[in-house]
């Protein structure tokens, strides 16, 4: 795909991303007030979502990295999820937020979730850019959301496909025949 040479929708403009970010900030550092704050972004897709998130939220905060996989280069989940690179720290004592780009299906978050509740945090909660809660697999609503999207594939803002396209700054919508 030659993103020069194609016509997309922008689904979420610039703008749009950096006022929702704010508001979350704002709503983020309300609920984690006094208490101990442990963001885990997960990689690689959440990474530029994250960094612009947490410097929107006032109170201190601790980050951690994990790595999934579930898509390979595909554009549909293969419904198996595996922790590829774990966080580091000791999650006792710590309110953990997980921030990824996106939640479709939720088996990627359903499983992350558990897999580090079992490292016994004081709460855990996750916190989405993008939701397609059409697409549903499992049962979870993510607990703080930047925008609800209909089924459609987007790139853009972290989102990748082939590993390109995370860098523009906006999300957009791939049509069939731009594949």
């Given amino acids: 795909m030659n993103i020069e040479t194609k016509k997309w ?22 609920d984690y007030e006094g208490k101990n704050l442990l ?5 690689k897709g959440s990474f530029i979502f994250c960094a612009d998130l947490v410097r929107n939220i006032t109170v201190p905060v601790k980050i951690e990295f994990m790595t999934t996989s579930s898509y390979g280069h595909g554009e549909q989940s293969t419904g198996s999820v595996k922790v590829v690179s774990d966080v580091n720290s000791n999650l006792e004592g710590y309110d953990v937020l997980i921030v990824d780009d996106i939640t479709d299906t939720a088996l990627t978050m359903n ?3 558990s897999h580090l509740k079992a490292k016994n945090p004081s709460s855990i909660k996750c916190c989405v850019l ?5 697409r549903r697999k499992v049962e979870l609503v993510p607990d ?3 925008f609800e999207i209909e089924d459609k594939f987007v790139v853009g803002y ?5 590993d390109y396209y995370r860098n523009i700054p906006y999300v957009f919508n791939v049509t069939n025949e731009d594949r």
């Fill in 39 to 43: 963001v885990v972004s997960l990689l």
């Fill in 144 to 146: 703080y959301c930047g």
């Fill in 111 to 113: 499983h992350v979730m």
């Fill in 158 to 162: 972290g989102l990748n496909f082939g």
């Fill in 9 to 30: 929708e922008v689904l979420c403009s610039e703008e749009q991303i950096a006022s929702r970010l704010k508001e979350l900030g704002a709503q983020l550092s309300k």
């Fill in 130 to 134: 993008l939701d397609k809660p059409s």
